[in-house]
């Protein structure tokens, strides 16, 4: 049988979720039976098109969830702001519907805490859309990272520089905030939109089916160039008690794109992961490994079949909270224990491309990317408006 599946969200990144439910409709892999959408959402092709196939139109999640005993919904995808996560998903959990929700799992520990209990006492299975973890060529990367070719893993190192513009932050009313009526939303690079390769470095930092490494000491310089309440540029290094140590170079506001990679150095050997692109590892023996990989459209469809399948298969792979909280638990203490420099406005930039303003930084590109090859902090390659490191022990990662 095929499940019944609600998406809560249509707007936003939520279009994303809903072109694959659909695409999963017309090949019978699932049935998308109703939708929670806002008015502004409603278009009149959208509204038609899901009128088609028979999908149920509500207007709020509690319309949704009154309507579940007629609708017998399987599982519910949850593609709202992050400060809604946690409430949105514990009303499903306990309303006895499965729960796909778009990553982050949530913003604060507390928050993760009561999803995990909502999910244990409910019996459901909720799961955290951290799609790279589902991508073929990683599960592979995966294994091998741990039979031996590279011998023992000594560095996960991350960089990404993806530009966000003006209207990136003004599109809704949580983007760049710390807090929205007094919940905690964190937004952020690593919070965010590079939340995957964040936690793939973590999932990666420990053997296949281990929790995620966990870190011991964290050292990290969080920067505000752009003009919001959170950080948009940041270099954190930590130490992993009993793995690898995990480095993170990311940005928001360099001039130029430079695709998230990964680099992983062994004793024997080295890798290299690139978003959407490859997956490689060179060792010992003359050991060569090389796995193209798919676009992103293809692993958010993988994720969603794992996803699926788990609710037959226990066996079956899906990012569940007990991964997720060690992503949370990262960002929390980043905001807990490192404050957030801003960057002078002189010493910023602006340049339009195809109608978008961006503010950049010069020269942070070159000054990231160094960075993240020698594995030192931006105040340390003597960078005048940056920072010496914050270094502290974590607590509540998990």
């Known amino acids: 049988m095929i499940p019944n599946i609600a998406i809560i969200g249509v707007g936003g990144y939520g279009k994303v979720h809903l072109r694959h439910l659909l695409d999963f409709h017309k090949r019978g ?34 319309e949704l969830i009154d309507a579940l005993p007629e609708l017998a919904v399987d599982l519910a995808i949850v593609t709202t702001p992050i400060h809604l996560h946690a409430d949105m998903s514990i009303a499903l959990l306990q309303a006895g519907v499965h ?25 459901r299975q909720l799961s955290v859309g951290f799609q790279y973890l589902h991508a073929p060529e990683v599960q ?38 710390l807090e929205l009526n007094g919940s905690p939303v964190l937004d952020s690079p690593i919070n965010n939109a590079m939340s995957h390769f964040v936690m793939l470095a973590l999932s990666l930092g420990s053997p296949p089916g281990q929790a995620p490494a966990t870190p011991s000491s964290i050292s990290a310089e969080l920067y505000r160039i752009q003009r919001i309440d959170s950080f948009d540029t940041a270099v954190v290094k930590t130490k992993i008690r009993n793995g690898p140590d995990i480095e993170i170079y990311c940005t928001h506001s360099s001039e130029r794109i430079a695709a998230p990679r990964l680099k992983i150095i062994g004793t024997k050997g080295r890798g290299e992961w690139i978003q959407d692109t490859f997956a490689t590892l060179e060792g010992e023996a003359d050991f060569n490994w090389r796995q193209e990989a798919h676009p992103e459209a293809h692993t958010r469809e993988c994720m969603l079949r794992d996803v699926i399948s788990k609710l037959k298969d226990p066996s079956s792979f899906a990012c569940l909270p007990e991964i997720a909280v060690h992503h949370v638990g990262l960002v929390g203490n980043l905001h807990r224990h490192v404050p957030i420099t801003l960057v002078p406005e002189d010493r910023t930039r602006q340049r339009e491309q195809d109608g978008a303003i961006f503010t950049y930084l010069p020269g942070l590109d070159e ?9 030192k902090h931006l105040h340390e ?14 607590t509540d990662l998990t």
């Open 29 to 62: 892999e699932a049935s998308l039976t109703a939708a929670v959408a806002l008015p502004v959402d409603r278009t009149a092709s959208l509204m038609d098109e899901l009128d088609s196939i028979g999908c149920r139109i509500h207007a709020s999640l509690e």
């Open 99 to 123: 729960v796909l929700v778009e990553k982050p799992l949530t913003a604060s520990r507390e928050e993760a805490q009561r999803i995990a209990h909502a999910t244990k006492s409910s019996g």
């Open 140 to 177: 592979e990367l995966h294994q091998l990272l741990y039979s031996g070719p590279i011998g023992r893993l000594e560095k996960i190192s991350i960089h990404g520089a993806w530009p966000r513009s003006h209207s990136y932050y003004c599109r809704n009313n949580w983007a760049g905030r």
């Open 367 to 375: 000054l990231l990317e160094n960075a993240s090859n020698s594995s």
């Open 381 to 394: 390659l003597g960078a005048d408006w940056a920072v010496a490191p914050i270094t502290f022990s974590p």
